[in-house]
């Protein structure tokens, strides 16, 4: 199983964000974890980096949860797309939304490669890395 080298995880729930990071360090799928509360944090810190297309310390892999304060995952996502980036970054929606219409709007965006629903159990993040090595293959 390939390992990537950064994965950000941006959500506001500390429980699965405590959860995924422990998951994700037992199955050693990624050596550093950035964790960002809400959108704007992320992009913020994003932003530069991709201006800079400083490959390095840009994310392979993205969970995004979609309800979060100050800017949640659909606002991220339009912030996100406007950027160009020589590296493949890998989004994943992890969400508790099961309706129909949220999963369909994530597959509109291209760089959303997966939608998951709440919660994150071990199977997932193994299904997580199994689709990372084909992507990134």
């Known amino acids: 199983m390939k390992s990537i080298n950064t994965l950000y995880i941006i959500d506001d729930d500390p429980i699965f964000v405590f959860t995924t990071k ?22 913020n810190h994003l932003t ?5 297309n400083n490959e ?6 993205i969970l995004l949860d979609l309800n979060m304060p100050i800017m949640d995952g659909w606002q991220f996502l339009d912030e996100f797309v406007k950027h160009k980036t020589k590296k493949k970054i ?13 999963i369909q709007k994530a597959n509109e965006y291209q760089n959303v490669s997966n939608y998951i629903i709440k919660p994150i159990t071990r199977e997932k993040i193994k299904h997580i890395a199994s689709e990372i090595t084909a992507l990134v293959n």
Do not use: R, T
């Open 22 to 43: 422990k998951m994700f360090d037992k199955e050693k799928i990624c050596q550093n974890i950035l964790v960002f509360s809400n959108g704007e944090d992320a992009i």
């Open 48 to 52: 530069p980096l991709m201006k800079a």
């Open 56 to 61: 390095e310390e840009l994310p392979e892999l």
């Open 90 to 102: 890998i989004i994943f929606i992890v969400s508790s939304s099961i309706d129909p219409n949220d």
